[in-house]
């Protein structure tokens, strides 16, 4: 069983619909990383989350610690938001606090 | 604003060969990341670093990896001879110090192996 879980794996949406992307883990992190990956390669952290609720421009991400479960949530989607979203997550027993690293999300928005 | 950088972008090299893949992280930063991604794949953890010391390897991070701080702004990895199955995209991160703090990613090198 993977450390980490996100679903679903793929994702088409037309352009100004509301997705969600979930992300679920079994073990113990300090935070909760959400990355983005482009198509060509590159990884942008969007954000990094250990409690509630966090919001930049269209884009909202929660975590519940207790439950071990946050979603990435975008509004008003756009063709430009297509890429991986990846969560992740720094594993408090290890002494460099390395990330664990969720499949990925290919996110598909259609015009 | 800081961002972390790497060199090449992408490299191409014959089996058996030594390549040294070049991270530049951001200056304030403590702690220094290898990750790598096969193609298809998710992304994988291969080696952290602190205060000029390994701090974690994964079972990837063999004999044939190594890394270092040649100077106070570069790190770097070596692959003393490469397989055909190194072929990936490895990516450098940095940090500051802290627990769990935001990881910074640089663009990432494509390692082609011939």
């Known amino acids: 069983k993977n450390e980490v879980e996100q679903s679903p794996q793929n994702l088409t949406a037309q352009e100004g619909e509301f997705i969600t992307i979930n992300c679920s883990y079994s073990v113990g992190i300090s935070a909760l990383h959400w990355l983005q990956q482009h198509p060509g390669g590159g990884i942008v952290s969007l954000f990094m989350?250990?409690?509630g609720k966090k919001k930049h421009g269209r884009l909202i991400a929660t975590i519940n610690i207790q439950e071990k479960h946050s979603s990435l949530h975008i509004t008003a989607s756009h063709p430009r938001d297509s890429a991986v979203y990846i969560c992740?997550?720094?594993?408090?027993?290890?002494?460099?606090?390395?990330?664990?690293f969720g499949e990925g999300t290919q996110l598909t928005v259609n015009p | 604003e800081p961002e972390v950088t790497q060199t090449p972008s992408h490299q191409v090299t014959q089996m058996g060969q030594e390549v040294i893949l070049r991270c530049v992280p951001i200056?304030?930063?403590?702690?220094f990341y290898w990750y790598r991604q096969i193609l298809g794949q998710k992304v994988e953890f291969l080696v952290s670093?602190?205060?000029?010391?390994?701090?974690?390897k994964s079972e990837i991070f063999d004999d044939q990896f190594s890394v270092e701080r040649p100077d106070g702004s570069n790190f770097t990895l070596k692959i003393r001879s490469t397989k055909l199955e190194d072929s990936a995209m490895y990516f450098c991160?940095?940090?500051?110090?802290?627990?769990?703090?935001?990881?910074?990613f640089g663009p990432g090198t494509r390692l082609t192996v011939l």
């Open positions: 670093f602190y205060n000029n010391e390994i701090s974690e």
């Open positions: 992740a997550g720094p594993i408090l027993e290890t002494s460099g606090s390395r990330l664990t």
């Open positions: 991160a940095s940090r500051l110090a802290g627990v769990g703090g935001t990881q910074y």
């Open positions: 200056s304030n930063h403590l702690y």
């Open positions: 989350l250990s409690s």
